[in-house]
Nanobody
Framework: EVQLVESGGGSVTTGGSLSVSCTASKLISDDFDMAWFRQIPEDECELVSSISSYGTTYYVDSVKGRFTITQDRAKNSVYLQMNNLYSEDTAVYYC????????????????????????WGRGTQVTVSS
């Protein structure tokens, strides 16, 4: 089973920038998208962004124009650059290797880490304060 390890995140004030990185323990199949989800306490797990092996990207509407996902498949890594952060972006951010079409249509789920959808990291906290 592939292991995913996130790094980065931390705390920043509103309008600031942070980046998170994720490295997998082995090569991720081209069948899988690399993705970032986030979980806010007492809220659902939300797909924030994903990128296919071909470079096709997805962003949830609330982060379009502010977040950028990139990958280096040769390094088994995916990155999320987050600019102009809002307090609403405060969450635990999870890296995942998923099959996008297997997600619920809403691209949300009760909890991040559901193995039926793929492999997950343990998450990293991003806190945006005013």
């Amino acid at each position: 089973e592939v292991q995913l390890v996130e790094s980065g995140g931390g705390s920043v004030t509103t309008g600031g920038s942070l980046s998170v990185s994720c490295t997998a323990s082995k090569l991720i199949s081209d069948d899988f998208d690399m993705a970032w989800f986030r979980q806010i306490p007492e809220d659902e797990c939300e797909l924030v962004s994903s990128i296919s092996s071909y470079g096709t990207t997805y962003y949830v509407d609330s982060v379009k124009g502010r977040f950028t996902i990139t990958q280096d498949r040769a390094k088994n890594s995916v990155y999320l650059q987050m600019n102009n952060l809002y307090s609403e972006d405060t969450a635990v951010y999870y890296c995942a290797a998923i099959v996008l079409r297997n997600l619920p249509v809403s691209r949300r789920m009760p909890l991040c880490g559901e193995k039926e959808f793929g492999s997950w990291g343990r998450g990293t906290q991003v806190t945006v304060s005013s």
